[in-house]
């Protein structure tokens, strides 16, 4: 059973397109991240929601919205694609009180 | 604020020996935890070990085990017995539940090869 999922695993698109990826989590949590880890693989909190409530933001260009319809999912969308919007994207979930982070496979998103 | 530092970009173990990570924190929060993640080649974030701020013992699972010296504020992970597996890139990173809602600093990471 997949604890965390992600979808799509890779995402190949054209500068200035919108798109989605997808996260779900069936461990019960309450929180949930979408994490961005770049070229030379540092890692960066980018949001973090607690029962489908924005609790972290951190600067990150308007153009990516974050969107939790419930407990266990927690969805990215990014606006006009750039560049320097690839990287690889990491969800993550945690059950408050804990903290333990449990990530997704990770979406490489690619933009031509 | 938060920060994690990983000052050994690269490290080499010989198989089956025993292998140290290092990780300094430092943060005003007096309540943190502190994890230690292993992503391997294939890209997937893997949690190893945790050891909370008041914990007494040193955390341990299997191979892995975290030597923690809160005076020095470091959060070292040691490996028994490397096996070739465990050549991956390793993360070290804390969070502050009160200070800072959970949210977790990573560090820049560690990369692990272990020799046959």
């Known amino acids: 059973d997949t604890a965390v999922s992600q979808t799509p695993k890779y995402l190949v698109t054209q500068m200035g397109n919108d798109k989605s990826i997808k996260c779900e989590q069936n461990?019960?949590?309450?929180?949930m991240y979408w994490y961005k880890q770049d070229s030379k693989k540092f890692l960066k909190i980018m949001f973090s929601y607690n029962n489908k409530e924005l609790i972290i933001n951190e600067t990150v260009p308007n153009r990516f919205s974050p969107k939790s319809p419930d407990k266990a999912h927690l969805n990215l969308h990014i606006n006009s694609l750039e560049l320097g919007d690839s990287a690889v994207y990491f969800c993550?979930?945690?059950?408050?009180?804990?903290?333990?982070?449990?990530f997704g496979p990770g979406t490489r998103l690619t933009v031509l | 604020a938060q920060k994690i530092t990983q000052t050994q970009p690269g490290m080499f173990v010989q198989e089956k020996e025993a292998v140290t990570l290092d990780c300094t924190y430092d943060?005003?929060?007096?309540?943190?935890?502190l994890f230690w993640y292993k992503q391997p080649s294939s890209g997937e974030m893997i949690f190893l070990i945790y050891?909370?701020?008041?914990?007494?013992q040193n955390a341990t699972e299997g191979r892995y085990s975290l030597n923690f010296q809160k005076a020095r504020k470091s959060a070292n992970l040691v490996i028994s017995a490397s096996q070739l597996g465990d050549s991956a890139m390793y993360f070290c990173a804390m969070s502050s539940p009160r200070a800072n809602a959970g949210k977790s600093t990573f560090g820049d990471g560690t990369t692990l090869t272990v020799k046959p």
């Open positions: 943060t005003s929060d007096p309540s943190y935890g």
């Open positions: 050891q909370g701020s008041y914990d007494q």
């Open positions: 461990l019960g949590h309450d929180t």
């Open positions: 993550a979930s945690s059950q408050a009180g804990t903290n333990t982070q449990y």
